[in-house]
């Protein structure tokens, strides 16, 4: 499984941005997409995870309101949909895919996107 993530860029606090990650190589229904960031000095961060198939989504509170996870089936890519956001948003963001569905760790994830930098200026 190949991931290509894009979408990032500089935008002002209040902005959106989206994000999208595009799946080839066989995903299977079965599996689930995250979005993870990782900011200078710190940990890479669960931010957002969809199962293909049914669309449970999962977030974290730090986004829960703001931002929205979705998928499209039919082209393979999941997105990100960025709203209201802060300078404490600006990290890479990394899409990745699992075969135990929706998890949270980053661990769990065996195929990781290049990812996309994203930049709120205050």
């Known amino acids: 499984v190949q991931l290509q993530a894009s979408g990032g860029g500089l935008v002002q606090a209040g902005g959106s941005l989206r994000l999208s990650c595009a799946a080839s190589?066989?995903?299977?229904?079965?599996?689930?997409m995250g979005w993870f960031r990782q900011a200078p000095g710190k940990e890479r961060e669960f931010v957002a995870t969809?199962?293909?198939?049914?669309?449970?989504?999962y977030y974290a509170d730090s986004v829960k309101g703001r931002f929205t996870i979705s998928r499209d089936n039919a082209k393979n890519t999941a997105y990100l949909q960025m709203n209201s956001l802060k300078p404490e948003d600006t990290a890479v963001y990394y899409c990745?895919?699992?075969?135990?569905?929706?998890?949270?760790?980053?661990?769990?994830?065996?195929?990781w996107g290049q990812g996309t930098q994203v930049t709120v200026s205050s």
């Open positions: 990745a895919a699992s075969k135990y569905g929706t998890a949270r760790l980053s661990n769990l994830y065996e195929y």
């Open positions: 969809i199962m293909w198939s049914a669309g449970r989504t």
């Open positions: 190589g066989g995903t299977s229904s079965s599996y689930g």
